[in-house]
C-alpha cells in the first residue's frame, strides 16, 4: 500500500484546495458551513431523524441538536413526529431550506464552471477521465464508515 502514499497525499492536498476554493461561495448563504451541510444531507436524503443526521455528518447529537434549532428558528427545516415511532421526529427541508441549498449549490458549481474553463483540453479531459474513478473511490471510503 505504500506506492500509493504520494498519491493519496497528493489527491488530499487536491481536493482539500478545491473544496476551500468552492467554499468561498458559501459566504453568500444565511447559514454557515454546517448548517449548509446539513441542509445537503437533507436535499437529498430527507427525511431522516436527528440522530441519523447527526451520524451522517460526523458530529454529536447535542452538536447536531444545536444546528438543527438554529435550521429551524430560520424556516429552513421542519420537525414531524416519525409515523413509525411516535418518540422520534423526521427532519425534512422546508421550501426556503431548498432555495437556500440550491442557491448555495448553483453558486459553487458556477464557480467551479468558470475556473475548468480556463482550463486546456488535455487538463480538461484528464479530469472528466477521472470524475468516475473519484466516485467509485467516495463510494468505498463512504461504505466503510
Request: charged fraction near 30%; avoid cysteine.
Amino acid at each position: 500500500m505504500q506506492k500509493f502514499t504520494r498519491l493519496a497525499e497528493n489527491l488530499h492536498t487536491a481536493a482539500i484546495h478545491l473544496l476551500r476554493g468552492l467554499r468561498v461561495e458559501d459566504r453568500e448563504a444565511p447559514v454557515g458551513p454546517t448548517g449548509l451541510s446539513a441542509l445537503s444531507v437533507l436535499y437529498f436524503a430527507a427525511p431522516l431523524t436527528p440522530s441519523i443526521l447527526a451520524g451522517v455528518e460526523g458530529v454529536r447529537p447535542a452538536t447536531m441538536s444545536r444546528v438543527i434549532a438554529r435550521l429551524e428558528k430560520q424556516k429552513l427545516v421542519e420537525k414531524a413526529r416519525d409515523r413509525r415511532d411516535r418518540r422520534s421526529w423526521q427532519l425534512s427541508l422546508t421550501p426556503e431550506g431548498r432555495e437556500v441549498f440550491e442557491e448555495a449549490r448553483t453558486r459553487r458549481l458556477k464557480r467551479l464552471e468558470h475556473y475548468l474553463g480556463t482550463l486546456d483540453g488535455r487538463d480538461l479531459a484528464a479530469i472528466e477521465a477521472a470524475v468516475a474513478p473519484l466516485g467509485r473511490l467516495a463510494k468505498l471510503l463512504k461504505d466503510t464508515e
